[in-house]
């Protein structure tokens, strides 16, 4: 790949607006097809490879397929978390299901290669399938080409598995490559096609990327060679781990680069480089790769020493060569990355990494370390990560796209990161997370990169005092001057699955503890066609942040979301284009939120809201408003393929379309089996577990966040005389404070009963009514304003009656007295409230009840002692505690030091359990059992002291029992 291109600084806003939405440089072009009958419909959208002066110089001509010739369907646009067209480049891809179906692309420069994105259905059993696609030249075949789907297809919660049965489908994409054999000058169609679809059922084709690769680079005089010096197995037959690790032992004590031919070579396990250059004849032709057989931890990678076992490594050069892994899952114990351990003074260059966990996650502490001219494509977790001690180091002129994490990251976990940057690069579709994040860090800097298509749970550049480890006290927290300039951001920013509303383009988190200190630079800079909000602040507050010369053109919400605390200054800022213009910042933390007005500014300071209610985003094309969802399916799954026939609603807002067919609204419980939708919701508690039936599901809206509606269509209009709210039987008492409205069309809602506080008590089945004059509605509302068992809206069941409630009918009391003691068998926790005295990240107190081992508590890092408090509601027997971690075997043996308190107030506190080790293990579901027999209590307490596993408290399950 070539330098890096001069950096070129820009003085004002108005010499941004060359590459602002409209400018025709910025849109991707369509390709001009030939006689073919049938040619993509693509909207045209902004590219991340047309911004001129920033991002990565890249050796490749990139084409979409929805703008190329094809008798397929284009799918999109479409930004939908869980979405086929999501993930795709632009958001929009073609999708070929027939034998016959193609995509023709047009080359606008001589090429000899392509690399082509792409994805494939995922099978029943989650393993993945093989499938060949043709590849033909200006009409001919010239060879077929293999795909598969085992690299793609995740399901579940973090860190995912590859169960179909799951929820949460994602990382549909993949990409492979191959050569033609000779050049084609431009002007040459190129096109991909379907013979069979016996093996695959659809082909979705998302882009492909066109390169004319040089000749291979011959041996460096006076170098060894693996093959011919040592013996290495080009043809990948056999594995070569100690073939590699003879050479570069070589070459470090004879001062000689080792040179690695022609060849795809097959590495069971690590090579450990230290003073030595490893050197390639190119990355199309010097391929590493594989993975032990019998031993699935170990695999094809270049690591340095650690530091602790002679590390770091000094003056280690890696370059020009290719390391394509076979990672098909996210382990992240398992040191399966392209490159690792500890390097300092060393660089890597021209390096085309795939397949493998993390491109490249260098753990310090080590100093003056580059990352250049390489590829980073296709990993289960981050692109690069910078963690633990990285000084003086870089990433730079580098393509990173289809990371499972954050594209590139630093986390000084423990020892600080200080004087990084990440410049000239191109980050695009990262799958989770942020494209481009610094943790914590001082004196960074962030400038000249583009950053594209954030899909879930992160934004485009965030900076932030997140996850273990980052706090003053260690010198690891936001520190210095941070700078991030001459960016671009295009498309970022997206839903957090969990939190259920938007991230911001740019994004800020003082979680762990408030980022302040610090002067943060954001100058120069394009927000462009933003997902959701351009500017978010969150969790903790944060202050020293300068706005300066940026263009905000396009947002999906709001130009700023604050939600927590923050100073700012914004000088020359200028936003267009905001879904939400009347009211372009939502602030629902008040006075606490504070931006100082420097001038120049326009289009996101004439209105403030704090609704409660997250809109649904309005995505923007050129310009145009455009309601989000595009011609796709609203489904959570995605199909693998688009129906000829757009389906009748493609919008993915929670409002149900104004004139949908009526239907007999029934009688008895008018809301049981019907519509419902919600504000928001709280990971895979969904307004449909409230009309389900089932008073053992509920529905949880985001915490923090009132007010929460939910909104049932009884299907046509009816009389409604009453709603009937419920918990789950087990919950303790706790009051909601509630009003209904009705709506005929979805759209006009007028008052049926004000707010009142409703009291559900165990005592009387956790259930309370709300009657009201008997009105003709279609849409029963019930808005939530409080709660004082939780800070979120909560019910297990909305019932919607035609009049209000009556006495109930009169029942003979059982002969038999029902027990005052629960059995031994019923876990005293579940459903009950739990508190803690910190959290990280998602990893809320409620994790630990939920009842799915596999969600956990965890508290903050480096700061025991730390509690986790139970009430039990009332004063109850316990006998004995059991406590659960996950029991994936991903979660290695620990002992957590801790104690176990009881009270009857939730202030005095007497030990029941002293403080001892307990261990968990996998090898035994990861559980313990503590006894303290004779114990009455409301609250229990835990009292965790240490954790050799992490240093934070963790547990998946608190249970506790009579006996």
Known sequence: MQSPPVRRLRSSVAALTAVALGSAGLFTAAVVGSATPASAAGVPTLSPLNVSGRGATVPFKEQEAEYAATNGSVIGPDRLYGHLPSEASGRQAVTLNAVGQYVEFTLSAPANS??????????????????????????????????????????????????????????FYDETRTMFGTSYPAGTKIRLQVSSTAQSPSFTIDLADFEQVGA??????????????????????????????????????QGRTVFIP?????????????????????????????????????AAGIYGKYVGQGGPSQNVNLKDFAIIGDIRERVDEDQVNAVGGAMSNSTLDNLWLQHTKVGAWMDGPMDRFTIKNSRILDQTADGVNFHTGVTNSTVTNTFVRNTGDDGLASWPERVPNVNDSFTHNTVVLPILANNIVTYGGKDFTISDNVMSDTISNGGGLHIANRYPGVNSGSGTAVAGTITAARN???????????????????????????????????????????????????????????????????????AIQAQANANMKFTNVKAKNIAQAATPIHNCVGSGFVIVDGGGNSGW??????????????????????????????????????????????????TTPTTPPACNPGTGNLAQGKSATATSTNQTYTAANAVDGNAATYWESANNAFPQSITVDLCAVTAVGSVTAKLPAGWGTRTETVSVQGSTDGVSFGTLAPATGITLDPATGNTATVGFTQANTRYVRVT????????????SELEIRATGPTTPPTTTPPTTTPPTTPPATTNLLAGKSLTATSTVDVYGANKANDGDAN????????????????????STAVGRLVLKLPPASAWATRTETLSVLAGTDGTNWTTVKASAGYTFNPATGNTVTITVPGTTARYLKLSFTGNTGWAAAQLSEFEAYSS
């Open 216 to 253: 291979p680079i011959a041996k460096p005089a006076g170098a060894l060679d693996v093959v011919a010096d040592f013996g290495a197995d080009p043809t990948g037959a056999t594995d070569s781990t100690a073939k590699f690790q003879a050479a570069v032992n070589a070459g470090q004590a």
């Open 262 to 298: 022609q060849g795809t070579f097959t590495l069971y396990d690590h090579v450990v480089v230290d003073g030595v250059t490893l050197a390639g004849a190119g990355p199309w032709y010097s391929v590493l790769g594989g993975r032990d057989p019998n031993n699935r931890q170990k």
């Open 114 to 171: 392509i690399d082509f994105r792409y994805s494939l259905p995922d099978t029943a059993d989650g393993k993945g399938r093989d499938a060949s696609m043709d590849l033909l030249v200006n009409g001919s075949k010239l060879k077929s080409v293999d795909v598969t789907s085992k690299y793609s297809w995740y399901y579940g919660g973090y860190p995912f598995n590859n169960n179909p049965g799951d929820t949460n489908p994602h990382h």
């Open 488 to 558: 671009t951001l295009i498309r970022t920013g997206n839903s957090d699955f969990n939190w259920q509303f938007g991230v911001g383009a740019i994004w800020f988190d003082g979680l762990n503890e408030p980022i302040a200190g610090a002067t943060i630079n954001i100058t120069d800079t394009d927000i462009l066609d933003s997902s959701y909000e351009a500017v978010q602040t969150i969790d903790g507050s944060s202050s020293g942040i300068n706005f300066t010369n940026v263009n905000i053109d396009g947002a999906g919400t709001y």
């Open 605 to 654: 300071n004439n209105g403030t809201t704090c609704s409660g209610n997250w809109p649904a985003p309005q995505w923007t094309y050129g310009g145009q408003p455009s309601t989000g969802g595009g011609t796709s399916s609203p489904s959570p799954t995605p199909s693998p393929s688009t129906p000829t026939t757009p389906p009748a609603s493609p919008s993915p807002s929670p």
């Open 855 to 874: 969600s956990y508590w965890e508290s903050a890092a480096n700061a025991f002692p730390q509690s986790l408090t139970a009430d039990l509601g009332a």
């Open 784 to 795: 939530v304003t409080g709660n004082t068992g939780w800070p979120a809206a909560q019910l």
